[in-house]
Structures are given as C-alpha cells and as structure tokens.
Nanobody, 124 residues
Framework: QVQLVESGGGLVQAGGFLRLSCAAS????????MGWFRQAPGQEREFVAA????????IIADSVKGRFTISRDNAKNTVYLKMNNLKPEDTAVYYC?????????????????WGQGTQVTVSS
C-alpha cells in the first residue's frame, strides 16, 4: 500500500490561492492514477480532481473547474493541486488518493488508506 502525506493547506482569504502537495514514501507514484478529494465538516467526502498515471489527462470537478488544476512531478514523486480564486465553500480537509480507477470522465478512489489530509480554510 502507498502511504501518502498531504501538505500545503492553511488559512487564506477569499480570492487567494494555495498549492497542495501529495507525496509518497516508499513507492513511486508514477504508476498510479491519482486523485484529490475534500471533506467539509458534516459532509461526505467529495471528488475534486484526478490525473492519469501517464498524464496529462485530468478530470476536474465542476464545482472547482476553472479555478483548480492538478499536476504531477514524477521526478519528485509528488502530485499537486493548485487552487486559485478560493472561496469560503472550498473550506475542507483535502486528501489525496492513489491507484484509483480513471476512465477520463470519472475517478473512483482506491481502497488504499487515506492520509491525514491537509486543512484548507478560506475566510470571507
């Protein structure tokens, strides 16, 4: 199983930006489709973005399309989520997932254990 560590979250004002990172230890991420999810308090975890193992194919959720982009740097064994024009409704804990099913339209998370996530808080 791949162990993932998310980082880069923080407190930002509406309209600001953050770049989240997802790094793996012990295994290369270059062979995995990767996804980002988020979970706000009292809500279910929801899909945000995914990238195919080979890149550059990506899927972006409608709720963040045009503001968020996903990318990967296989040399650094890291996947990124760049979030621009952040809104208060983007406030959530953000998690990455490795090895899910990717068909160009949907990403279904794998059963790998979730990391601790990284908190993103957007103030109005």
């Amino acid at each position: 199983q791949v162990q993932l560590v998310e980082s880069g979250g923080g407190l930002v004002q509406a309209g600001g930006f953050l770049r989240l990172s997802c790094a793996a230890s012990g295994r290369t991420l270059s062979v995995y489709n990767m996804g980002w999810f988020r979970q706000a308090p009292g809500q279910e975890r929801e899909f945000v973005a995914a990238i195919s193992w080979s890149g550059p194919s990506t899927i972006i959720a409608d709720s963040v399309k045009g503001r968020f982009t996903i990318s990967r740097d296989n040399a650094k064994n890291t996947v990124y989520l760049k979030m621009n024009n952040l809104k208060p409704e983007d406030t959530a804990v953000y998690y990455c997932n490795a090895g899910g099913r990717y068909n160009g339209t949907y990403y279904v998370a794998s059963l790998s254990p979730w990391g601790q996530g990284t908190q993103v808080t957007v103030s109005s």
